[in-house]
């Protein structure tokens, strides 16, 4: 998700949480979208109140990839005034960007370099859950991430590689380490993984 969408939420989360927008539909479509896996469901239904179920989603929704936010706006069918809200503050929401894209100490001919093999096993090791995420922020699908699951129904770490060089393999030469970089950035992971990628 965006810095923007992220900032967004953050800004109108106790707005958000009297509204108790996870009655109705929007869990739903947020599964049947992909943007909410079973175990997210379950996460939110077990918490005891309305906005406490709410809060949940508001705290899953940031690490679901680059559509999460759209996908959360169009869940919103029963909440028209919610869903206009949410996108007159989008609009006039602006983030500071860093001046220019370089990740510090690591040289320009590397970022635009594809990652070998072994540095994609290094990343795999390090990653944690939010190993989903990241990919999805770097253009995979649910069922990119469902089929490297079902390859390695017992491994996590072999569904990690997997689903990284398929990010390889679908994006050549834009497979960067410079894309990593911001994928990483978008799905809250650390981002001094690329150093250690690098050290290897």
Known sequence: MEARDKQVLRSMRLELGAEVLVDGLVLQYLYQEGILTENHLQ??????????????????????????????????????????????????????????????????????????????????????????????????????????????PYNVHAQMVEALVRWRQRYGRQATFQSLHRGLQAADADPSLLQYMLEW
């Open 43 to 152: 996460e939110i239904r077990v918490q005891a109140t309305g906005l406490r179920k709410t809060m949940m989603l508001l705290d899953i929704l940031p690490s679901r990839g680059p559509k999460a936010f759209d996908a959360f706006l169009d869940s919103l069918q029963e909440f028209p005034w919610v869903r206009e809200k949410l996108e007159k503050v989008r609009a006039e929401t602006t983030v500071e960007l860093p001046a220019d894209d370089h990740v510090a100490g690591i040289p320009p001919d590397v970022l635009n370099s594809s990652p070998t093999d072994q540095q994609i096993n290094q990343l795999a090791q390090r990653l944690g859950a939010e190993w989903e995420a990241v990919v999805l922020s770097l253009g995979l699908t649910q069922t990119d991430i469902y089929r490297c699951k079902a390859n390695h």
